[in-house]
């Protein structure tokens, strides 16, 4: 399962971490990333980081957000600076997992966390 943490309530400028940790059967995991869905709007990629730390950006947030992972730790950062109003939206973990040597990678997702961005 992915546990995801660190949202919250900060001002127009400010920053925030989230995180996201995978725990229970893994065997290897590939992919690791960030969605967001503001109200009323669609689902949208907000940064994915790979195993071999390639990352890729919504362009939306690119120079503001930084995508991280810790792989001995299985967990994923998502630092978020110069926040805005319109970054506001429930943040939502994934990673693509093999829980074991036989199986194939699979999409899990994690609860998820709410920004509130004030203006």
């Known amino acids: 399962q992915l546990q995801a943490s660190g949202g919250g309530l900060v001002q127009a400028g400010g920053s925030l971490r989230l995180s996201c940790t995978a725990s229970g059967s893994i065997f290897s995991i590939n992919i690791m990333g960030w969605y967001r869905q503001a109200p009323g709007k669609q689902c949208e990629l907000v940064a994915d980081?790979?195993?071999?730390?390639?990352?890729n950006y919504a362009d939306s947030v690119k120079g503001r957000f930084t995508i991280s992972r810790d792989n001995a730790k299985n967990t994923a950062y998502l630092q978020m600076n110069s926040l805005k109003p319109e970054d506001t939206a429930v943040y939502y973990c994934?990673?693509?997992?093999?829980?074991?040597?036989?199986?194939?990678?699979?999409?899990?997702w994690g609860q998820g966390t709410l920004v509130t961005v004030s203006s």
């Open positions: 980081i790979t195993s071999g730390i390639y990352t």
């Open positions: 994934c990673a693509t997992i093999r829980v074991n040597y036989g199986s194939n990678f699979s999409n899990h």
